[in-house]
């Protein structure tokens, strides 16, 4: 499985923007990039997906490098309640019915 | 609520017992996944049911643990003989099929906690 690497952890300050990397060298060109996140005593939860453009929702921005090794996830504006594990994924053709989550990132928001 | 429920939320239970647990996914969804979380890990996948039929098991997935999706509705996961070492979270997910997968969304239930002393 193509795997991902992602910092332990990132602190932000409440409603300023949040721009959380991930590296993903070895995808690739059927490989979908998606984004999970996971509040402190909940399941993951769906963020955002994307495979080679740039996307947005209501919930955050995901930005794509050209060569698709990298991407980041952009938090608008930081709430408290946006502090959490954030999960960057690759699903392909061959591992397309499970996740490899990896450890994630530990995002800490402050007041 | 119309998300992917589980239940129990919490199980408690001494060594060599058996326990199951059971997840009800999305109405409409036929893939269904299950998840191993152990404290400070992501996720690890279990298993995975399209439908009934159960089709991919992880190597994580023991001779101890078992799991069912009759009717293709909701799942079933035991564990006989439970060990020190299945303490953890087991989370559902579901998912409505789209072509290849790689672009659909899992939806996650909030999970079983489970310990065993």
């Known amino acids: 499985d193509a795997k991902t690497t992602q910092p332990n952890s990132m602190e932000s300050n409440e409603e300023e923007p949040v721009h959380l990397p991930c590296n993903h060298s070895t995808i690739s060109g059927t490989d979908y990039i998606h984004w999970y996140r996971q509040l402190p005593s909940q399941g993951p939860e769906y963020v955002i997906h994307g495979l080679t453009s740039n996307v947005n929702n209501r919930m955050a921005s995901l930005a794509i490098a050209e060569d698709r090794k990298s991407s980041t996830l952009i938090l608008h504006r930081a709430t408290l309640r946006d502090a959490a594990v954030y999960y960057c994924i690759l699903r392909g053709l061959y591992n397309f019915n499970k996740f490899y989550f990896g450890s994630g990132t530990k995002l800490n928001v402050k007041p | 609520d119309t998300g992917v429920s589980q239940d129990p939320r919490h199980k408690i239970t001494k060594r060599g017992q058996n326990v199951t647990f059971r997840c009800d996914p999305i109405s409409e969804h036929n893939r269904l996944y299950w998840y191993r979380q152990t404290l400070g890990q992501g996720p690890e996948f279990l298993t995975y049911?399209?439908?009934?039929?159960?089709?991919?098991k992880s190597r994580l997935l023991s001779d101890r643990f078992s799991a069912e999706r009759p009717k293709g509705s909701f799942s079933t996961l035991e564990i006989q003989r439970t060990e020190q070492g299945d303490s953890a979270m087991y989370l559902c997910?579901?998912?409505?099929?789209?072509?290849?997968?790689?672009?659909?969304?899992?939806?996650f239930g909030p999970g079983t906690r489970l310990l065993v002393l």
């Open positions: 997910a579901s998912s409505l099929s789209e072509g290849s997968g790689t672009a659909e969304t899992q939806y």
């Open positions: 049911f399209q439908n009934e039929a159960q089709l991919e």
